[in-house]
């Protein structure tokens, strides 16, 4: 079974240019979260989707950021215009409907604004 | 606000047994998470606890205080590939809310 998988891996961008990150979770995983790990910081969180709609959007930093889950299955991290401060990993996540147990996670998608 | 605090950096011997302790300080409790992360790779999980005491999976187990805001990692006969960071989350809220997470400590094994 395929695991959660995010593109790009690694995105370089100037600032002031837009970004979008994508994620595919576990097939039937409703629940999916973006995080994020800015350099020597901890992985913060996003925001969290179950199915298409926005459970919990708290962690996101400005509206500069855009997330979408249309249809309940990929998802998008849009960043727009992009600063410096944005730089750091976007990680995703899925989780099983209804399950408190564990996360798991993809790769993650490096970002460095020049 | 929550804080999680776990030591930046440990190393230990191969062979030999490592604890890696994690206290948090939270405005809710609804369970607390290790995870393994090696450079470049996704975090994975490792263990769960939301009960008081101790829950072992093979060379690795975990430990939860709740009334004292403590867990600790305890990790046996150590093998050069446990050289990673090891990540100590609570969920903060209920259900299936997000993770909190520490920063993590970056664990280095030496012949």
């Known amino acids: 079974e395929a695991g959660v998988t995010q593109f790009p891996s690694h995105s370089v961008i100037e600032k002031g240019q837009t970004v979008t990150l994508r994620c595919d979770p576990i097939?039937?995983?409703?629940?999916l979260y973006w995080y994020r790990r800015v350099m020597g910081k901890e992985i913060k969180f996003l925001l969290h989707?179950?199915?298409?709609?926005?459970?919990?959007e708290s962690g996101m930093p400005n509206n500069r950021f855009l997330a979408e889950r249309t249809g309940g299955t990929y998802s998008t991290l849009k960043v727009q215009p992009a600063e410096l401060e944005d730089s750091g990993v976007y990680f995703c996540?899925?989780?099983?409907?209804?399950?408190?147990?564990?996360?798991?996670f993809g790769e993650g998608s490096r970002l460095t604004v020049l | 606000g929550q804080n999680i605090d776990q030591p930046t950096e440990m190393t230990a011997t191969e062979g030999a047994i490592v604890q890696i302790n994690c206290t948090y300080q939270?405005?809710?409790?609804?369970?607390l998470f290790w995870y393994q992360q090696h450079a470049g790779e996704a975090p994975t999980f490792l263990s769960y606890?939301?009960?008081?005491g101790l829950e072992e999976k093979g060379r690795f187990s975990s430990f939860l205080s709740r009334s004292k805001g403590y867990s600790y990692l305890l990790l046996k006969e150590l093998q050069m590939k446990d050289s990673a960071s090891y990540l100590c989350?609570?969920?903060?809220?209920?259900?299936?809310?997000?993770?909190?997470f520490g920063k993590g400590t970056h664990l280095i094994i030496q012949p």
């Open positions: 996540a899925s989780s099983v409907t209804g399950y408190a147990g564990e996360l798991f």
């Open positions: 097939s039937g995983h409703d629940n």
């Open positions: 989707f179950v199915k298409e709609s926005k459970q919990d």
């Open positions: 939270t405005s809710g409790f609804n369970g």
């Open positions: 606890n939301v009960l008081d």
């Open positions: 989350a609570v969920r903060v809220g209920g259900g299936a809310d997000g993770l909190t």
